[in-house]
């Protein structure tokens, strides 16, 4: 079947042509006749597999018949993060050319009042995230009661970041009567009660199973120790002839500190995610597309949507807590009818996470011939059987929950009192000690100050050195 097939007019044709596509993918195969239909649609089709274009082809050529309307946009696309959004709209540019559509895009980081003058000219396709849309609808800025067609893409992203509330407060100020194209990987519980609220007897579409990998990859997994982690990549990426490559971390702040490594090591490389604002991130992409860097560390805000031609390698620095996050890492690569290859660093503490990974795309994840990953790749769970000397402190020296602290007095050692008191002096006969003698050996068995000064002196008590005078016997005086 050849896109001629498909119900499509001559200047949408031209466009894919001159964009080099012949046939169709599975998923445009089934899902373009039914939307130029006026069908919804429930597609569920992994990353890579030309779903973007599976809706885009068929709204240019219903989207052509008609003229917007100032602030009133006729077709909505809703998208988790910037870059898809970036990529739609991108194809709309290059499908459409021979069109006369007009679009906006309407995302985070980017001048509001710049977006608000688009919307006030009148736009035939709307491309938002949530939030943003919401933002520009609570300031008047825009109105959604002449939205067509309504198309929510990568739904189960959205579950993961947290926008499915917004998405059902967007749809509440569309019109009822619409067409809905609603797009997913995969189907949890909750994109399926979201797909019935909102659609209408649709026409489902599944190209592939919802958990399998991209045939076209051919993915490894490499175990190591965490404090190897840099050494192992720096030695994968050296010897598995990349040229070019995307490298997931989990975290953020991950993504800059493994990015600064690398650069260290004399690597061509970039970073991307979050946190940064958005012309820096588009610089950073249009970077790694030109081929300006072949090296892009990133979050997985680049896990979804992103079309990076001839993308060799997918490195997974950190395995994915999500197991589903996988699937689309490595769907980056083996793109287009082309050959990819996708390795995973795991240590031992993410052996749960590999295991999950394994269960949900049926099967295992082999092993990199070759791959160097240390002797102590499995520190990070000690064997069965293997015992490890610990350090213990007796009982007596651990300090108590909540213990007051101790005086002085009481920090003496106990000992001290029962030492002094065996060395007490006695008399020849056994008789106690003369009164004097036990004053003094009271003293130092009590501990009093003067013990407790170095170099201080003895304090004697006044009789002890009586004066002369006073032992001069009375006078007697006569009368």
């Given amino acids: 079947m050849s896109f001629d097939d498909l119900g499509l007019g001559p200047e949408t044709?031209?466009?894919?042509?001159?964009?080099?596509?012949?046939?169709?993918?599975?998923?445009?195969?089934?899902?373009i006749p039914y939307v130029l239909m006026g069908r919804d649609i429930l597609g569920c089709a992994q990353t890579g597999t030309g779903k973007t274009a599976s809706f885009t082809l068929p709204m240019i050529e219903i989207l052509d018949a008609g003229r917007a309307k100032a602030r009133m946009p006729r077709s909505l696309i809703l998208t988790p993060t910037r870059e898809l959004?970036?990529?739609?709209?991108?194809?709309?540019?290059?499908?459409?050319?021979?069109?006369k559509l007009t679009k906006a895009l309407i995302i985070g980081g980017e001048s509001i009042v710049a977006q608000g003058q688009?919307?006030?000219?009148?736009?035939?396709?709307?491309?938002?995230?949530?939030?943003?849309?919401?933002?520009?609808?609570?300031?008047?800025?825009?109105?959604?009661?002449?939205?067509?067609?309504?198309?929510?893409?990568?739904?189960?992203?959205?579950?993961?970041?947290?926008?499915?509330?917004d998405v059902e407060r967007i749809v509440t100020?569309?019109?009822?009567?619409?067409?809905?194209?609603?797009?997913?990987?995969?189907?949890?519980?909750?994109?399926?009660?979201l797909a019935d609220s909102f659609l209408m007897n649709p026409k489902e579409i599944h190209v592939?199973?919802?958990?399998?990998?991209?045939?076209?990859?051919?993915?490894?997994?490499?175990?190591?120790?965490?404090?190897?982690?840099?050494?192992?990549?720096?030695?994968?990426?050296?010897?598995?002839?990349?040229?070019?490559?995307?490298?997931?971390c989990n975290r953020k702040r991950d993504v800059d500190v493994l990015a600064s490594s690398l650069r260290r090591h004399k690597f061509c490389v970039g970073a991307l995610?979050?946190?940064?604002?958005?012309?820096?991130?588009?610089?950073?992409?249009?970077?790694?597309?030109?081929?300006?860097?072949?090296?892009?560390?990133?979050?997985?805000?680049?896990?979804?949507?992103?079309?990076?031609?001839?993308?060799?390698?997918?490195?997974?620095?950190?395995?994915p807590t999500h197991a589903e996050d996988y699937v689309h890492r490595i769907g980056r690569t083996g793109r287009a009818g082309l050959r990819g290859c996708a390795i995973t660093l795991a240590?031992?503490?993410?052996?749960?996470?590999?295991?999950?990974?394994?269960?949900?795309?049926?099967?295992?994840?082999?092993?990199?011939?070759?791959a160097a990953s240390g002797d102590d790749a499995h520190d990070a769970e000690p064997s069965e059987g293997k015992q490890t000397a610990v350090t213990t402190e007796p009982e007596a020296k651990r300090p108590r929950a909540n213990a007051r602290p101790r005086t002085r007095r009481e920090r003496r050692p106990r000992t001290q009192a029962r030492d002094t008191a065996k060395d007490k002096p006695k008399?020849?006969?056994?008789?106690?000690?003369?009164?004097q003698a036990a004053k003094q050996e009271h003293a130092r068995s009590k501990g009093g100050r003067s013990q407790g000064r170095a170099g201080a002196k003895q304090v004697v008590a006044f009789g002890d050195n009586m004066p002369a005078f006073l032992r001069q016997p009375a006078s007697k005086t006569t009368s």
């Fill in 118 to 165: 688009l919307l006030d000219r009148g736009v035939d396709v709307l491309i938002a995230t949530p939030g943003r849309l919401i933002d520009h609808f609570q300031r008047g800025g825009v109105l959604l009661n002449d939205v067509k067609i309504l198309v929510i893409d990568e739904a189960d992203r959205m579950l993961d970041m947290g926008f499915i509330p």
């Fill in 273 to 319: 995610h979050g946190d940064m604002a958005q012309p820096a991130r588009t610089a950073m992409l249009e970077s790694f597309k030109n081929g300006d860097i072949n090296l892009l560390v990133a979050t997985d805000v680049a896990g979804r949507g992103l079309d990076i031609v001839g993308l060799s390698h997918v490195f997974n620095f950190d395995v």
């Fill in 85 to 99: 959004a970036a990529q739609i709209a991108g194809n709309f540019e290059t499908y459409g050319k021979y069109h």
């Fill in 13 to 31: 044709l031209r466009a894919v042509a001159e964009a080099g596509y012949t046939e169709p993918t599975p998923i445009q195969q089934q899902a």
């Fill in 208 to 248: 592939t199973p919802k958990t399998s990998a991209a045939e076209t990859v051919d993915h490894f997994l490499v175990r190591t120790a965490p404090a190897k982690k840099s050494d192992v990549l720096c030695d994968l990426l050296r010897g598995q002839s990349v040229k070019s490559a995307l490298i997931f």
């Fill in 173 to 193: 100020f569309l019109p009822k009567i619409r067409q809905t194209l609603f797009f997913s990987a995969t189907f949890p519980r909750e994109i399926r009660r």
């Fill in 427 to 435: 008399a020849a006969n056994g008789a106690p000690p003369q009164p």
């Fill in 347 to 370: 240590t031992g503490e993410e052996r749960k996470y590999v295991a999950a990974i394994t269960r949900l795309i049926g099967q295992d994840i082999p092993g990199l011939d070759g």
